[in-house]
């Protein structure tokens, strides 16, 4: 696996689908003068962490990701995050690596395949202060978007729980079956996204 730089480019910013809510001060402009939307870097695991153990220790008993886990992914493929910063501060994120398969596997969880052409988001997590605002559905139409535009990433892929399929299926994502992953007790659904064929990425591409 190839190390990348820890300093890729900011993604350019999207229009959102119809039907996806901006935030009443995003509504002039979609980022706010203090807002920054920026890839993560190492220097953002311990931030990211937190967020994320706060998110989902109370929901699923277990955290997707762990800090080193975090620390890794953001080392060797960076430019599969995408982090909001409000006044330099981080408040929601998406952190992503390759994979290689068609279907997601338990080394998926902790694994970057450098070859690969999928995309799998392990983790969307919000600051618990900045939810209710409309900024996870944000956060991830710029994210699909920002994966459109790396050529070598052809597919989205996560896994998540039955109530939540109907939230992802707004982004043009579509169960696939039940993931082979298990956590515990835990059991998911698989989802999947096509970026070559995303009609509202197509249409903001110019393609």
Not at 66 to 85: A, K, M, N, V
Not at 93 to 113: A, N, P
Request: aromatic share 8%; proline share 8%.
């Amino acid at each position: 696996m190839s190390t990348q730089s820890t300093h890729p480019p900011k993604p350019e910013a999207p229009r959102l689908p119809p039907g996806i809510p901006e935030s009443p001060s995003c509504q002039r402009r979609h980022t706010l003068p203090a807002s920054e939307f920026r890839c993560l870097t190492p220097e953002d695991a311990v931030s990211a962490f937190e967020i994320e153990r706060e998110a989902f220790i109370s929901v699923l008993g277990v955290c997707p990701l762990d800090l080193d886990e975090i620390r890794d992914f953001l080392t060797l493929c960076p430019e599969l995050s995408l982090g909001w910063f409000e006044e330099g501060c981080l408040v929601a994120f998406i952190i992503g690596s390759l994979w290689d398969k068609e279907r997601l596997m338990q080394e998926s969880l902790t694994l970057h395949r450098s070859g690969g052409h999928i995309a799998h988001l392990h983790v969307l997590a919000v600051h618990r202060a900045f939810r209710q605002q409309g900024r996870g559905p944000i956060l991830l139409w710029r994210y699909l978007h920002h994966l459109g535009s790396q050529p070598a990433v052809r597919r989205a892929a996560l896994m998540c729980e039955d109530a939540l399929v109907p939230f992802y299926e707004r982004f043009s994502f579509h169960a696939v079956g039940p993931c082979a992953i298990t956590v515990g007790s835990l059991t998911f659904t698989e989802l999947h996204c096509s970026l070559r064929d995303h009609p509202f990425l197509r249409r903001n591409s110019g393609c």
